[in-house]
């Protein structure tokens, strides 16, 4: 570890330096280095990865991303979850958490003309960070926001940095037809950016696809993949080694990997975040993850391990 940044092998160890809910159930955390140095700098949409006591999980960060000197990250309390959040809404000012480097999957598009940005709930966060640097450069935007009334996260800050420029809905029909004639009357090079529960996002993209959008110009983010079916079973061959692992139906190609004594780093396991991605040397990948793009999926050089499996009997793998 450096002691004087707070780098570490494994990423930063941050303290945290303040707590407040910003909406029921939604703690927001500011972290910073133990010395008050800068952080490294991040494009809106970014997440970091949180370790959670004896899980990780992924937090949008909500600030523009120019040199910053504490990151911000909010958090909804879900008791039961697959995630940290219970754990990091009982933490306390000047605890130290271990946090990954920024990692982008959400950028604004360079070419776009205009932007379009639609949250459901707690998907507001990573809307935070692009509306931030929308105002810092200039960039073109509105932003659609749902919510459960009184329960909106980041609303005041919301409406001083948007103004009208946003449009809030308590409820996801009335979102939705909102978003679907946006979507219609939008001028041509026009992104969307969507982030929220998976029914709006499957929502907004019907819309888009609808009124012609090509899948380029729209970029989804998902807390979670839909329950999967327990798929066929298939045997994988490690290229470096040559060992080969079978994969039952119900078991996923990453726990399979664990058993036999080939860890792969992961996060969600739930095909969302696209860390234990691993290259295919041979055979057909049956995408189910929500990560690779469709021209990712055509390639069939990589898969998501957590969650995806093989169209064949046999997928050989670059391990």
């Keep these: 570890m450096n002691e004087r940044d707070g780098r570490t092998d494994e990423g930063l160890l941050l303290r945290v330096a303040g707590a407040e809910h910003v909406a029921a159930d939604i703690r927001m955390l500011r972290l ?10 991040f494009v809106p949409g970014s997440h970091v990865v949180v370790d959670c006591g004896d899980r990780r999980n992924a937090y949008s960060l909500t600030g523009d991303g120019i040199e910053p000197e504490e990151y911000t990250i909010s958090v909804l309390r879900c008791p039961g979850g697959d995630g940290g959040s219970v754990f990091l809404h009982g933490i306390e000012v000047g605890d130290v958490l271990r946090v990954s480097g920024p990692r982008s999957a959400f950028p604004p598009a360079a070419s776009a003309h205009h932007h379009l940005l639609v949250a459901g709930g707690i998907g507001i966060t990573p809307m935070l960070s692009h509306v931030r640097a929308a105002r810092q450069w200039g960039r073109s935007f509105r932003l659609y926001y749902a919510h459960r009334p009184g329960a909106g996260a980041h609303v005041a800050e919301l409406r001083r940095l948007c103004g009208d420029r946003l449009r809030e809905y308590t409820g996801r029909a009335d979102l939705t037809r909102a978003v679907r004639a946006e979507l219609r009357a939008s001028p041509l090079g026009t992104h969307l950016y969507a982030c929220g529960p998976g ?10 696809a609808e009124a012609g959008w090509l899948a380029d110009r729209v970029h989804v983010e998902r807390f979670s993949a839909a329950e999967l079916d327990p798929g066929a079973p298939f ?3 490690l290229a470096r080694s040559g060992t080969r692992v079978s994969v039952p139906s ?23 975040c696209g860390e234990c ?16 793009s469709e021209a990712e999926r055509a390639a069939a050089d990589t898969v998501m391990c957590c969650v995806s499996r093989c169209l064949d009997q046999e997928l050989e793998l670059d391990l």
């Design 250 to 272: 119900g078991v996923s190609l990453l726990e399979a990997l664990e058993k036999a004594g080939t860890p792969v780093p992961n996060m969600c396991r739930q095909g969302v």
């Design 277 to 292: 991605r691993v290259s295919v040397v041979r055979g057909r990948p049956l995408h189910r993850d929500l990560y690779l």
């Design 235 to 237: 045997t994988v061959t």
């Design 32 to 41: 910073r280095r133990a010395d008050g140095g800068g952080l490294p700098p």
């Design 199 to 208: 029914e709006m996002l499957d929502d907004v993209r019907a819309g888009a």
